[in-house]
């Protein structure tokens, strides 16, 4: 498979008469795009603003972030869920680089999460750096919480195509162009190169919690491969409000690091075999089989070393070390990514579940460190919203001088387990 990533480079977004990319700036119509998303099904009202860098604009409650960008070469959109499925990974998009969406609104209590743009809660937040164009969306009434999920979903999955399609004729200034063919071929390219795996756990555990593949709730299926290059073009989407700080976003889909740096080292130090997408489940059988079958898969097709990511915490924490059991045992070295959750001082047990075998990790943070983010000039969404997140509670949002505390759990991709951050833990 051959996909490019032409980069139309952003560094402003303002509103204006029309939609249009001029030199480094994305002018959006407001008035335009307002009606557009009213048109979309299930949604009532909605507010349309723009966050950036360096302002004290606090978002809050995030839903989720979308990269915008257009395919110009091969099956648009993200297929099987905004257009009819089929083959991605190959063909070119461009993309409005630096730019987000920002779906906020209140869905279900206890999740969701938190960005600021400025100051103490920027560094906690990839998101900070960002050009956030932040759609507010309220639903038609008498939907169920699973109905309103979806609406929110599908809006800001289609807002993101809706904006994308004015990078089509903008000027590109880089492109970047992964090309990773069968695994035979690469293999008899680099018979002496390691083969390497890349399993990506994610939240499937319904009660929305669930992450779509091609449009496939995933919670419905056993551990897949796919070729990297399909995630990168789309075919992985959130569709879950779990704990913001390791909430893998849809932008964080679309730009996984973990693909990125493999891909980087495909041919150079590893060979790169795919992408085990394993779903988390909260029975004990289906945790049972979704690992066997992880470990299975990665024994077939040759890998001498695997890296596992998690999603979430708590119970996926036994799935992860299930994980690295199950492959060390056959010979085939495992290294995780998981973030911890060691309680407000850092000394509680990091993880829910261990395993002599899991002996190689990488910690992204301590979910429950807790912050002090102080009073924002301008607020997107509901302060309150923070006594019902994760990492939140009442009176976490003092009113009266405006400053907010609350856990990393709180703070969107602050701990991501797929190293989307700058955060880490280190043993001194």
Known sequence: MK???RKVKISDVVFGDKNEVVGEQLVLNREELVNYIKGLDNIKEVSVDIAKPGEKTRIIPVKDVIEPRVKVEGVPGFAGVTSQTGQL?????????????VTIGDIVGFQEGVIDMWGEGAKWTPFSKTLNLVVDLSVVDGLTAHEHELAVRMAGLLIAEYVGQFAKDAPVYETETFEVGSNPEESAKYPDLPKVVYAEMLITQGLLHDSYIYGVDAKNIIPTLLHPLEELDGAVVSGNCVAACDKI????????????????????????????M????TTLEGKFRSCDFTAKLCKQLGADGVIVSEEGYGNPDSDLVMIAERLEKQGIKAVLITDECSGWDGASQPLADSKPEAKAVISTGNVSHVVTLPKADRILGDPEAIANLAGGWAGAYDAETGVMKCELNAVIGA?????YHNLMVTEY
Do not use: D
């Open 249 to 276: 976003t849809t932008y964080q889909h679309q730009t996984n690091p973990v693909i990125l740096e493999l891909l980087k080292k495909h041919g150079k130090e590893i060979n790169f075999l795919g992408v085990v």
């Open 278 to 281: 394993v779903p988390e489940l």
């Open 89 to 101: 990974g190959n063909g070119a998009y461009n993309v409005l680089e630096g730019v987000a969406i």
């Open 3 to 5: 996909l490019e990533r």
């Open 415 to 419: 701990t991501s387990e797929i190293g």
